[in-house]
């Protein structure tokens, strides 16, 4: 992937969201209108973290290159150079696959 001219701010994430599942475990080839929208996607961006009461950021527990699950109706949907991207704040991220 070409480096993305996105900084998100605070303690916010960049996701560039999975490939909707095409056919089921069966083989079943779905529709558009029946694929989920997906909650997996690869970190692309991270922002500075968090500001604190202290004067210091936050230390994020995500990195770019990360594969994380969030919510399904988490975050804004974007589009940077034609690609469908995600910005959440790392509240929003459920998990890291590790």
Same mark, same amino acid.
């Given at each position: 992937? &070409?480096?993305?001219?996105? =900084?998100? %701010? +605070? ?12 056919? /089921? ?19 692309? &961006?991270?922002?500075?973290? =968090?500001? %604190? +009461? ?12 990360? /594969? ?31």
């Amino acid at each position: 992937m &070409a480096k993305l001219n996105l =900084r998100p %701010l +605070d303690d916010r994430v960049v996701v560039q969201p999975s490939e909707a599942e095409e056919t /089921t475990a069966g083989g079943i080839v779905l529709p558009d209108s029946a694929k989920e929208k997906p909650q997996r996607g690869t970190v692309v &961006a991270v922002g500075p973290g =968090r500001l %604190l +009461d202290s004067g210091n950021r936050g230390e994020m527990t995500v990195s770019i290159g990360d /594969t994380v699950i969030y919510g399904k109706y988490g975050g804004s949907d974007i589009e940077v150079d034609g690609q469908e991207m995600k910005i959440l704040r790392e509240s929003d991220i459920l998990a890291k696959l590790l």
